[in-house]
C-alpha cells in the first residue's frame, strides 16, 4: 500500500500493474484507490498522475463516502452467528451457541460477544431469544459502566444521583428530575466510552444546576474541556440498528 499526501488528507492507494492497461487509470473505491499502470510505467510517472488527478480523487471519494453514509440501513438484520453488533462505539461479531447446558441463555464477551442458547431452543424462538439475551446482557454492562462515571464525578461535584434508571427514551440521551433521579438511554451503550461519559457528566451537572445556564454549562466544561467535540459526535450519531430493532 502506497500512500499519497494532499496538505493534511492521507489518501491510500494500491497500485496494480496490469497488462492489459494501455495507460495509466484510476479506480475509486469506497476503501480504496487503486492505480493501474501499463507493466513498466516508472514510479514518478505513476505519482505524477495521481497528484495531478488528486482533485478527482478526493472528489470521488467525497461523493462514495456521502453515499455509503446515506445507504438506507437494511431494517432486519440477523441476530445470527457472524453478524457484526454495535457496541460501545464499535462493531463487534456475534456468535451464537446453540444445545448449551444451561436452562436461561448465556452471555459472554471476549474477542466476540458469544451467546449460548438453552438446549431445545426453537428454530423461529432464536432470534428473539438472542436479542432478548443481549438486551439484558447490555443493560448490566451498560450499569456497570454507569456506575463507575457516576462514582468518579459524584465525588468531586460533592452531588450524587437519587436513582439512576434506564429506559429507551425517543429523543433524549438523558434527563435529570427536580428530586435528582436520572434517566438515561439504554441505547447509550452503543456509543463510545468518552460519549457515554459525558452525558452522565451532563446529567450530574443537573444535580447542582437544574437548567441549562452558562454557570451549568461552565461546570460541565470544567469537568469535560472537550465536551462540544462529544455533544458533535452525539449530533452525527446514526444506529447500526435502526433503534426498533431493540423494542
Ligand atoms: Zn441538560
Redesign the pocket.
Known amino acids: 500500500m502506497s500512500f499519497l499526501l494532499f496538505g493534511k488528507t492521507k489518501i491510500p492507494f494500491k497500485l496494480r500493474y496490469s497488462t492489459k492497461a494501455k495507460r495509466l487509470h484510476i479506480k475509486v473505491q469506497p476503501e480504496r484507490v487503486e492505480v493501474v499502470a501499463p507493466l513498466k510505467t516508472q514510479r514518478s510517472v505513476i505519482e505524477t498522475f495521481v497528484h495531478q488527478n488528486r482533485r478527482w480523487i478526493e472528489k470521488k471519494k467525497t461523493e462514495l463516502d456521502e453515499k455509503v453514509r446515506n445507504r438506507p440501513l437494511p431494517h432486519v438484520i440477523p441476530l445470527i452467528s457472524g453478524t457484526k453488533i454495535p457496541f460501545r462505539g464499535t462493531l463487534i461479531g456475534l456468535t451464537v451457541f446453540e444445545e448449551g447446558k444451561e436452562k436461561t441463555p448465556q452471555v459472554r464477551h471476549e474477542q466476540d460477544i458469544l451467546v449460548t442458547l438453552p438446549r431445545g431452543t426453537t428454530t423461529a424462538g432464536k432470534e428473539a431469544t438472542v436479542k432478548k439475551a443481549l438486551k439484558a446482557w447490555f443493560l448490566e454492562h451498560l450499569r456497570i459502566e454507569v456506575e463507575k462515571i457516576s462514582e468518579h464525578y459524584s465525588r468531586i461535584l460533592q452531588a450524587r444521583p437519587a436513582k439512576i434508571r434506564f429506559r429507551r427514551q425517543k429523543t433524549r440521551w438523558?434527563?435529570?428530575s427536580s428530586k435528582g433521579s436520572i434517566n438515561l438511554n439504554w441505547h447509550l451503550v452503543f456509543v463510545p466510552q468518552p460519549i457515554l461519559e459525558y452525558v452522565v457528566v451532563?446529567?450530574l451537572?443537573?444535580l447542582r444546576h437544574l437548567?441549562?445556564s452558562p454557570q451549568?454549562w461552565g461546570l460541565v466544561a470544567n469537568l469535560i474541556p472537550d465536551y462540544k467535540t462529544r455533544i458533535r459526535w452525539l449530533k452525527e450519531y446514526r444506529p447500526v440498528f435502526p433503534a426498533e430493532f431493540w423494542d
Open positions: 438523558g434527563s435529570c451532563h446529567e451537572c443537573h437548567n441549562h451549568f
